[in-house]
């Protein structure tokens, strides 16, 4: 089996699932990376040979507003080796035979290995995959441990992991006219939640989940105010899609009557086998906690930690869930020590011990945990330095700096 990996550099209009749609059997999301997945397989046929194929796919992403490259391997591990490498706009194919030669030179931070591995390989002089993958399987595991052992056998060119991928589905779309034109907030919410229904039971007959929620308004004038974000978790009920709707498009409500509301769901994938309970189960849940979360606050207003649930056999709330409260909101832990970023030429810089790292990724922080007030949950963010440390800031508006609140690693 032949593995893709489109690795984009400019994001394209739809989605990279949508994109791939016509041109591959079936996808794989990379949670760890910036692309996607795609059998590569039996593609000689219709496109001659693996290069062409490459290409086609770069052009669907080049029409669709993107641009990338694209590796293409015999595992998911070298094909995006394979697409990091190739220069824009450029197809790198990895012969199977060629797979240990082609990641010896490549720098061993792209390694999957621990951070204090990392920093022991490279007091001893390693800086390529090829120095790892010389020594001997028994002296790794017994110098650096088991979890050592996976990165080895990637050094050597075997890649323990496997395509798990999943055939693409069409994004559901579902569309409501207005006659006469809506003007209010609440008769808005109205057409959201007819809309979410019919958005349910779409995923419900194809037993899906979805990521992606787009919803556009169209007012009396024809503009068109589109609203989108990636969910933290999968919609799949009524409920939960009415919720992230009104969320979109009830924040900054329209200044004119809307006379059109479009509502799409996109990133589709199957509903995990042996979940069926526990998802229609969650929206009872989030709203018991909810109901907790308010109380506390009303407790200790702007001061709560945490609220955890330490009996959850218990039948009352009163009894199941324990609020951690503290003295002063000076205690409270997004008071964290002070950090400074620097932006320079070539990007963000923090420094942390004397040190200054460059921030290689960051985004907002999506996670919203029941100790997170949440206007401070909005002013936080996760970063990733060039050692592999991924941080979490929060931005400290009474006292204009940012404050390292916690790490992720």
Known sequence: MRIGYLWPDRRPAVSLTELLMPLTPAVQLDDEGPGIWFDASGVRLHFGDEQRYGRAVLAALAAAGGAGRLGIAATPWVARLAARTADPDEVLLVPDHETRAFVRPLPLDWLPLPQRVRVRLHALGFTTIGQFADLPPESVRRRFGAEALVAHR???????????????????????????????????????????????????????????????????????????????????????????????????????????????LRELELARAGQALLLAAAPMRRAERERVWQLAQRQAPGRVIRVVEHRPAAPLPEHRWLVEGSVTPDTHPARGEPVRLLQREHGWWLELAGRWLRIVRSGPWERLDLWWPEELHRRTRWVELTDGQRLLLTWDARDRLWRLVGRLD
């Open 154 to 264: 990637l050094a050597r060119g075997d890649d323990p992991s496997s395509f798990r991928g999943r055939v693409p589905v069409e994004p559901i779309r579902c569309l409501r006219t207005l006659e006469p034109p809506v003007a209010t907030s609440e008769q808005l919410a109205a057409v959201l939640d007819a809309l979410a229904e019919q958005a349910a039971a779409a995923l419900a007959r194809c037993g899906q989940v979805a990521w992606h929620l787009r919803v556009e308004l169209v007012t009396e004038s024809g503009r068109s105010e589109p609203r989108e974000r990636r969910l933290p978790r999968p919609l799949r009920t009524a409920t939960e899609i009415a919720a992230a709707a009104r969320a979109l498009a009830l924040r900054h409500p329209p200044h004119a009557p809307v006379i059109a509301v479009h509502l799409l």
